[in-house]
């Protein structure tokens, strides 16, 4: 068993910042890949990205390349994104999940966070 808890969404102008956190417990966490996803009313969850559990490989959606990035940090069992030059199309909840492989599908991650908040004001 897996447990995620995410931090660090907030209300941010576009243009700005946001770094969210992923905590996970268990002792196994390097074992695991971990994705980002997000969701907004109405829509699918929707992949944003994954890395895998050494932390050497990293996968994005298109729409995030070169301004979001992934990384992990397994001594703290914590999984970030950090997000930059943020869209207002951006706003979503943001989820983390650890599954058995980095993909970008949603059915191959077996443990999930509630979710944090990004809103992006224009």
């Known amino acids: 068993q897996v447990q995620l808890v995410e931090s660090g969404g907030g209300l941010v102008q576009a243009g700005g910042s946001l770094r969210l956190s992923c905590a996970a417990s268990g002792r196994t966490f390097s074992s695991y890949a971990m994705g980002w996803f997000r969701q907004v009313p109405g829509k699918e969850r929707e992949f944003v990205a994954a890395i895998n559990g050494s932390g050497g490989s990293a996968a994005y959606v298109d729409s995030v390349t070169g301004r979001f990035f992934i990384s992990r940090d397994n001594a703290k069992n914590t999984v970030y994104l950090q997000i930059d030059s943020l869209k207002p199309e951006d706003t979503a909840v943001y989820y983390c999940?650890?599954?058995?492989?980095?993909?970008?599908?949603?059915?191959?991650?077996?443990?999930w966070g509630q979710g944090t908040q990004v809103t992006v004001s224009s």
């Open positions: 999940a650890a599954g058995n492989g980095m993909t970008r599908v949603v059915s191959n991650y077996a443990y």
